[in-house]
T-cell receptor, first 114, second 117 residues
Framework: DQQVKQNSPSLSVQEGRISILNCDYT??????FLWYKKYPAEGPTFLIS?????DKNEDGRFTVFLNKSAKHLSLHIVPSQPGDSAVYFC?????????????FGKGTKLSVIP | NAGVMQNPRHLVRRRGQEARLRCSPM?????VYWYRQLPEEGLKFMVY????????ESGMPKERFSAEFPKEGPSILRIQQVVRGDSAAYFC???????????????FGPGTRLTVT
């Protein structure tokens, strides 16, 4: 049972345009969401997060939007740069006991074309 | 400040052998987490350890897998009698002690890619 879903295995975007990566979750207990970026042969690197009390969090070129009623979040990268080409993982956790357990999606491979 | 270190980066084992994966957390971190990524899958939580204590091993397979984080030295993930299905990337993450177990402060290592032949 996949509790965090990233339905697009891959995405190609032109340099300078917006990249939108989507993520859906099924567990209503999740209240903290994170995006990680992963290059080949490296571990995931934390990118940006959002708490369920917010619907938007912005950090430079990266913005995460959360729609709790739809159990959906998205990561916007604008403008996209070739160095953004990587696999992006959506992850979620629930507060309380076990809050350290991250539940990951399968990832979306983003290719930014120069 | 060195990041989370894992070794070996690549490990090849024949079926039935033992695999030992090591993780050295970031300096000052005393909480370690192990995750496994099977091919075409996301990372899945396995175990959370503090020095000399297993806090949560709910994600560990019941047999053949064990983990430790001794007072001195790295954390070890041990897989006995490996099978082909154990082939995966194993990632270790660490977090600082002041926040306890926290999803927001986990820093990941580069992973160990285990191949069972």
């Amino acid at each position: 049972d996949q509790q965090v879903k990233q339905n697009s295995p891959s995405l190609s975007v032109q340099e300078g345009r917006i990249s939108i990566l989507n993520c859906d979750y099924t567990n209503s207990m999740f209240d903290y969401f994170l995006w990680y970026k992963k290059y080949p042969a490296e571990g995931p690197t934390f990118l940006i997060s959002i708490s369920s009390i917010k619907d938007k969090n912005e950090d430079g070129r990266f913005t995460v939007f959360l729609n709790k009623s739809a159990k959906h979040l998205s990561l916007h990268i604008v403008p996209s740069q070739p160095g953004d080409s990587a696999v992006y993982f959506c992850a979620a956790s629930a507060s309380g006991a076990g809050s350290y357990q991250l539940t990951f999606g399968k990832g979306t491979k983003l290719s930014v074309i120069p | 400040n060195a990041g989370v270190m894992q070794n070996p980066r690549h490990l090849v084992r024949r079926r039935g052998q033992e695999a030992r994966l090591r993780c050295s957390p970031m300096k000052g971190h005393s909480h370690v987490y192990w995750y496994r990524q099977l091919p075409e899958e996301g990372l899945k939580f396995m175990v959370y350890l503090q020095k000399e204590n297993i806090i949560d091993e709910s994600g560990m397979p019941k047999e053949r897998f064990s983990a430790e984080f001794p007072k001195e030295g790295p954390s070890i993930l041990r897989i006995q009698q490996v099978v082909r299905g154990d082939s995966a990337a194993y990632f270790c993450a660490s977090s600082p002690p002041s926040l306890g177990g926290s999803s927001s402060e986990q820093y990941f290592g580069p992973g160990t890619r285990l191949t069972v032949t």
